[in-house]
């Protein structure tokens, strides 16, 4: 069964930091690109940051996010990461990561397989 | 990075057809066929329902439909039954390698 699972969500202060990780399997996870989403409590969803499918592969962010939150994978640990810094009271949300629809293309031709979500607070 | 507009809600009675729209810019889903739909039940992660504006990838029923005019894409259910009640966002490739969602519709099956 193909599945993602995310960890490493809590809460933190304004300003701290936390890394999420994202363990695949069911599928040949070094083929697939690789993606993190976000959805704040009550509202829409909100792409956050992405990565092709080499583990020194190219990387997209979000405006909001770029310059304060890192995306890496481990190919060989079948893993993705996010490693948040400063983080602030507007990142608090459940973090999904989420799968390419093909191999070889790029996360935004669609997405077909999520994770359950990880939960970041952000509060003092 | 402006999200992609969606009405806030579409409502429908089983059986009917409904159509949400998701408008962007020429920036967005109006240069690229990019545009894909996620369905999401209450407290469940989203489902892709459609991708590259109208392929329905397998196992997605058939009454889900995509389509796209100019800046705006489009989302048809027909036949609408209860378990289609959800929220719906669509997505798109956006200039400058970053994706927008849309703002997303409650559908509700009357």
């Known amino acids: 069964e193909v599945q993602l699972l995310e960890s490493g969500g809590g809460l933190v202060q304004p300003g701290g930091s936390l890394r999420l990780s994202c363990a695949a399997s069911?599928?040949?996870?070094?083929?697939?690109?690789m993606t993190w989403v976000r959805q704040a409590p009550g509202k829409g969803l909100e792409w956050v940051s992405g990565?092709?499918?080499?583990?020194?592969?190219?990387?997209d962010y979000a405006d909001v996010v770029k310059g304060r939150f890192t995306i890496s994978r481990d190919n060989s640990a079948n893993k993705v990461y996010l490693q948040m810094d400063s983080l602030r009271a507007e990142d608090t949300a459940v973090y999904y990561c989420?799968?390419?629809?093909?191999?070889?293309?790029?996360?935004?031709?669609?997405?077909?397989?999520w994770g359950q979500g990880t939960t970041v607070t952000v509060s003092s | 990075q402006s999200a992609l507009t969606q009405p806030a809600s579409v409502s429908g009675s089983p059986g009917q057809s409904t159509t949400i729209s998701c408008t962007g810019t020429?920036?967005?889903?109006?240069?690229?066929?990019?545009v894909s739909w996620y369905q999401q039940h209450p407290g469940k992660a989203p489902k892709l329902m459609i991708s590259?504006?109208?392929h329905r990838p397998s196992g997605v029923s058939n009454r889900f439909s995509g389509s796209k005019s100019a800046n705006t894409a489009f989302l048809t259910i027909s036949g609408l039954q209860t378990e289609d009640e959800a929220d719906y966002y669509c997505?798109?490739?956006?200039?400058?390698?970053?994706?927008?969602f849309g703002g997303g519709t409650r559908l509700t099956v009357l």
């Open positions: 989420a799968k390419a629809l093909y191999g070889a293309t790029p996360f935004y031709y669609g997405v077909d397989v």
């Open positions: 069911g599928f040949t996870f070094s083929t697939f690109a």
């Open positions: 990565i092709s499918k080499r583990s020194d592969g190219i990387t």
């Open positions: 020429s920036s967005d889903v109006g240069s690229f066929n990019l």
């Open positions: 590259e504006v109208t």
């Open positions: 997505s798109s490739y956006a200039t400058g390698s970053t994706w927008v």
